[in-house]
C-alpha cells in the first residue's frame, strides 16, 4: 500500500510492536499469513507453494508462532499457535496461559480456494475503476477494503454486510491499515464511492 510504504517508523502507531510484546500475532501478520496460505492452496506448481510454505513459516518464526491446518467436519482452518505452546509438535496443555493468544481462521470462506482467487482478482479490478474514476485516495481506501473483504471473509467487496463494514472503519482501518490523514478524512466516501462505482446498493444506506 503505498501510503503505509511511504510513512517513516516514527510516523507509525504502536499497535503491532503492543501486539508483539503481548505476545500476540500482529494483525498485518495474521493478514499476510493468510493470503499466503490462500495462495498456497490455489498455486499449481509444487515449487511455488513451496515458496510459499517457506515464506509463512517464516513470518511466524518471527513471532515465535506455529502453523497447522485442521479439517473441522470436511472444512480447513488455518490455526496459529505460540511455539511455546508445542513440544516435539504436540500441543501441551499444561502449557498454554491464554487461549485467546490461538488465532483460527476457516479457509472455506468460497465453496473452494480457487474462488478465493476468482473474488480478489474481482476486488481488485474494482479498486482500479474507483481509482481510475476518483482517484489516488479513494482508490487506497478501496484497496484497504479489498484487503479485508479478501482476507477475511473471502467475499466480493460489494457483499459485505453493514456489520462488517463497520468491522471495517472500527478494527480493521484503524488498528491495521495505517491509513493517511486524508484517507481517514474521506473514508465514508470512499466507501460509499466503492459501492457505486460496482454498481451495488450501500448496505450502511437504509
Given amino acids: 500500500m503505498t501510503d503505509q510504504n511511504a510513512m517513516d517508523d516514527d510516523e507509525r502507531p504502536d499497535d503491532d510492536v503492543d501486539e508483539l510484546d503481548s505476545g500476540e500475532l500482529p494483525r498485518g501478520v495474521v493478514d499476510e499469513v493468510e493470503r499466503i496460505t490462500r495462495l498456497e492452496r490455489t498455486a499449481v ?3 511455488e507453494a ?4 517457506a515464506r509463512r513459516d517464516d513470518l511466524l518464526d518471527e513471532h515465535d508462532f506455529t502453523s497447522r491446518i485442521r479439517d473441522d467436519d470436511g472444512d480447513d482452518v488455518l490455526v496459529l499457535h505460540p511455539a511455546e505452546w508445542h513440544e516435539d509438535g504436540v500441543i501441551r ?5 491464554d487461549i485467546d493468544r490461538a488465532v483460527e481462521i476457516p479457509l472455506e470462506g468460497t465453496s473452494d480456494p480457487d474462488d478465493w482467487e476468482t473474488v480478489d482478482a474481482r476486488n481488485r479490478d474494482l479498486v482500479e475503476a474507483v481509482r481510475a474514476d476518483h482517484g489516488d485516495v479513494h482508490g487506497d481506501n478501496a484497496a484497504l477494503l479489498a484487503d479485508f473483504a479478501g482476507n477475511h471473509y473471502a467475499k466480493p467487496i460489494a457483499s459485505l454486510t453493514s456489520e462488517e463494514l463497520a468491522e471495517f472503519r472500527t478494527e480493521y482501518f484503524v488498528r491495521n491499515a495505517w491509513p ?10 470512499s466507501i460509499e464511492l466503492v459501492f457505486e ?3 451495488e446498493p ?5
Fill in 93 to 97: 496443555t499444561d502449557r498454554i496461559d
Fill in 180 to 189: 493517511s490523514e486524508k484517507q481517514q478524512e474521506m473514508i465514508e466516501e
Fill in 197 to 199: 462505482v460496482a454498481g
Fill in 50 to 53: 513451496d515458496a510459499y510454505d
Fill in 202 to 206: 450501500n448496505p450502511d444506506v437504509q
Fill in 45 to 47: 506448481d509444487e515449487n
